[in-house]
């Protein structure tokens, strides 16, 4: 079984996909740009290699394991802290806001076929689930690598570090709202692909509201996973 795990490992295109990691945090327009030249050459719009995925839970294993050595001194409460992040936070969600996109788009975002003689095309389930992963590793590293680091003041009291911690949510949400945009703009047989972007209109709106109200999202999770140690 470990051979097997080890071929499966070397049969991973890991450059490229820590390629497309950097460039979803810099530049994700040349990551769907790459998407349009996937399509050409495998004939679908969604990843054939399960890299992305398997990368993204490994990082996401690790700080959250970094979260435990930090503010929990239990084993069991650490893996089960540990699996609820992997399954709820990413793979659950993921299933979930992928369904979503993918049935919307398919029912109510597709360009009408001018004749009979078009080949139909849909959204692809895996794609949707794509762009869900490619939206994620952002925020990822807002909202758990450099939310890290700045937990220490993120969860003070005053109003400093409400303020940070609502900015720094409010950047992690939109920025993944707007990659979510680029995954269902670059498209062509969708329209009103703005659709995706509406949602930070209401972040930008709800953090304001946040703010005055003295509600400090680290805080928050903090408490709900480390509530005996924060």
């Given at each position: 079984?470990?051979?097997?795990i080890?071929e499966?490992w070397?049969?991973?295109?890991?450059?490229y996909t820590?390629?497309?990691?950097?460039h979803?945090?810099?530049?994700?327009?040349?990551v769907?740009?790459?998407t349009k030249y996937?399509k050409?050459?495998?004939?679908?719009?969604?990843?054939d290699?399960p890299?992305f995925?398997?990368?993204?839970?490994?990082l996401l294993?690790?700080?959250?394991?970094?979260?435990?050595a930090?503010?929990d001194?239990?084993?069991?409460h650490?893996?089960?802290?540990?699996?609820?992040?992997l399954f709820?936070?990413?793979?659950l969600?993921?299933?979930?806001?992928?369904?979503?996109?993918?049935?919307?788009t398919?029912s109510?975002?597709?360009?009408e076929?001018?004749?009979?003689?078009?080949?139909?095309?849909?959204v692809e389930?895996?794609?949707a689930f794509d762009v869900?992963c490619?939206?994620f590793?952002?925020?990822?590293v807002?909202?758990y690598?450099?939310?890290?680091?700045?937990?220490p003041?993120l969860?003070a009291?005053?109003?400093?570090?409400?303020?940070l911690s609502?900015l720094?949510?409010m950047?992690?949400a939109s920025?993944y709202h707007?990659?979510n945009?680029?995954?269902?703009?670059v498209?062509p047989?969708?329209?009103?692909?703005?659709?995706?972007?509406?949602?930070?209109?209401i972040?930008?709106?709800?953090?304001?509201i946040?703010?005055l109200s003295?509600f400090?999202?680290?805080?928050?999770?903090?408490?709900m996973?480390?509530s005996?140690?924060?």
């Amino acid at each position: 079984m470990f051979r097997l795990i080890i071929e499966k490992w070397q049969q991973m295109d890991i450059e490229y996909t820590f390629w497309q990691m950097l460039h979803l945090c810099t530049s994700p327009k040349v990551v769907y740009q790459h998407t349009k030249y996937h399509k050409q050459t495998k004939n679908q719009w969604a990843r054939d290699d399960p890299a992305f995925v398997v990368i993204c839970s490994l990082l996401l294993a690790v700080a959250t394991l970094a979260y435990c050595a930090a503010y929990d001194h239990s084993t069991a409460h650490t893996l089960l802290v540990i699996f609820s992040v992997l399954f709820f936070h990413f793979i659950l969600t993921g299933v979930f806001l992928a369904t979503f996109c993918w049935f919307l788009t398919n029912s109510y975002l597709r360009e009408e076929a001018p004749n009979s003689y078009v080949v139909e095309q849909r959204v692809e389930w895996m794609y949707a689930f794509d762009v869900h992963c490619n939206s994620f590793f952002p925020l990822f590293v807002l909202l758990y690598v450099i939310h890290y680091f700045l937990s220490p003041l993120l969860v003070a009291h005053g109003f400093i570090p409400v303020l940070l911690s609502n900015l720094l949510f409010m950047v992690g949400a939109s920025y993944y709202h707007y990659l979510n945009f680029l995954g269902y703009d670059v498209l062509p047989f969708l329209e009103r692909t703005t659709f995706f972007l509406y949602p930070i209109g209401i972040v930008i709106v709800l953090s304001p509201i946040l703010i005055l109200s003295g509600f400090n999202p680290s805080s928050y999770f903090m408490n709900m996973y480390f509530s005996r140690q924060i």
